[in-house]
């Protein structure tokens, strides 16, 4: 069993009726006096509709047994991206379920991917992912002091972040996929 406020994108959890759902994003917000609640977007994997509601952070839901297979990523054909393993079995994921691995995602890139009776439901990106900046506007002089950051664009991509302000266009940089963070420059 899991808790409402547990649920994560990808996560696949019976409602009340019994029907399988997967999570497309989910909200967890505290106000002061009121207790915490979760507001989650998820789609029905029978029928593919799309649903968003608000639970209490500790409703809990039947949890669903999933497998995880190591695959890469092949190409994107319209609205759906492909990946296959090592046996070269092909998966496809629409646009809708990729969550944050679309700013990051390039070709032949490993990943893992969850699957559900055969059926892949989410990609689960490596911890860390080093890309190429394509264009960030240029240093100030003096601006060393404190923590400063920048706007920057990812080559591939289009994705675009916050960088330390002493990466500059072209350097390759480290970036966490969990927190979409920007962790170094290398």
Do not use: H, W
């Amino acid at each position: 069993m899991k808790t409402a406020q547990e649920l994560r994108g990808g996560n696949v959890f019976r409602d009340a009726d019994g029907q399988l759902m997967v999570v497309i994003k989910g909200e967890f917000s505290k106000s002061g006096r009121n207790s915490s609640v979760v507001k989650l977007k998820y789609k029905t994997l029978t029928t593919n509709r799309v649903k968003e509601e608000v639970f209490k952070a500790d409703v809990k839901f039947d949890d669903v047994e999933l497998d995880y297979r190591e695959c890469t990523y092949s190409y994107k054909s319209n609205d759906m991206y492909v990946f296959m393993d090592e046996e070269y079995n092909q998966y496809e994921i629409s646009a809708d379920m990729m969550g944050d691995a679309l700013n990051y995602l390039a070709e032949e890139m490993p990943c893992q991917l969850v699957l559900y009776e055969g059926m892949a439901l989410s990609v689960e990106l490596p911890k860390t992912v080093v890309c190429e900046i394509e264009y960030t506007e240029p240093s100030v002089r003096g601006d060393t002091v404190g923590k400063i950051t920048k706007l920057a664009r990812l080559k591939g991509t289009g994705y675009e972040m916050q960088v330390s302000s002493i990466c500059e266009t072209g350097d390759k940089i480290e970036i966490d996929t969990r927190t979409n963070e920007f962790k170094k420059r290398l």
